[in-house]
């Protein structure tokens, strides 16, 4: 329960900062693109149309050579002709070298993306604050035992750590049903909008990834949460509660967890654009398990930087704009809800 004084300290912080509410119209943006995905792709983003493939985007032309033969007094001649490609309406954003719809990958990709981070954050935390609440209450041999283990795996990179997991493990990507195209909610307003229908009924979970990056992430919470559970065990309602004979598993339930909930809720707000940036680096690599991630399309673009740039770039920006607006929301959670730090306020 988000105590009146909470509530006031968020409404305070957000009316003082323009850039707290730039956050949370590009988180919202983001939240809402992922989930109504099928209703703003412009296109199903896995069809293919070789015929139309790296068309740029609006306001924008490509040359391209090509070479047309012909008979010329029983000679075979070469000509080489430069050729002007135009933008196309029904692709703003252009399309990749397979003719697919670059805006219509990017709007899928945000639910990959986003899932990801969310789950993944949720995992960790989960992880991290059980071992961290642990470990700060009982300290001693407990303490030294569970973040010892914590510190081996700080020691290894977050993204040679993933990697080796999921070389591990093997990549699990799981079909789940898309709820609006398997009720038949898509063709209707689709064809009354006078877009193409056929969506794809189900779009992959990459349970892999979502599990790994929780385990390479879950330290973070674990020493936060045991810094926290170290100084409230000391407070003196915690001493009451163990006076009148509470058990230890209800102290940290009702009393350590719920005064340590600020400085978590801000890490995994944090958190959550950390995990959106591993998700991308591992699909780029190839380990995600889905072809509708922006990694994934950073990746295959990177062979047309020169040619087709908008393939590699869109996906990219997208990534910036969700990282900076998750970003943007914890700094605007940690100067709300941390009373030790004043929130500059605005730009």
Known sequence: MISPRTLRNLRKELRSSALAKIGIVLVLAMILIAAFAPFIALHNPTNQNLDENNLPPMGFSRTTEETTSEMVNGSLELTNETVYVNASASHPMGTNSLGQDVYSRAVYGARTSMMVGVLGTLLA???????????????????????????????????????ALIGLWGRAAVDVPDPFVVFGLVDPVRSALGLPTGMPDSFVLPGTVIVVVGLVNWVWFA???????????????????????????????????????????????????AIILLESSLSFLGFSGTTLSWGFDISQGRAYLSTAWWIATVPGLAIVLAVIGVNLVGDWLRDALDPGIEGEGGV
């Not at 949460?225 to 102290?251: F, P, Q, T, W």
Request: hydrophobic letters at 55%.
């Open 223 to 273: 020493r936060i949460a045991r810094g926290e559970a170290l100084s409230i065990r000391e407070e003196e309602y915690v001493k009451a509660a163990r006076a009148l004979g509470a058990s230890d598993a209800r102290i940290i339930g009702r009393h350590v967890l719920p005064n340590a909930t600020t400085p978590i809720l801000v890490l995994a707000t944090i958190q959550v654009a």
């Open 125 to 163: 935390a989960v992880l991290g604050v059980s071992v961290g609440l642990v470990a700060g209450f009982y300290r001693g041999r407990v303490d030294d035992a569970l973040m010892r283990f914590a510190d081996v795996s700080l020691a290894f990179p977050s993204l040679v750590l993933a990697i």
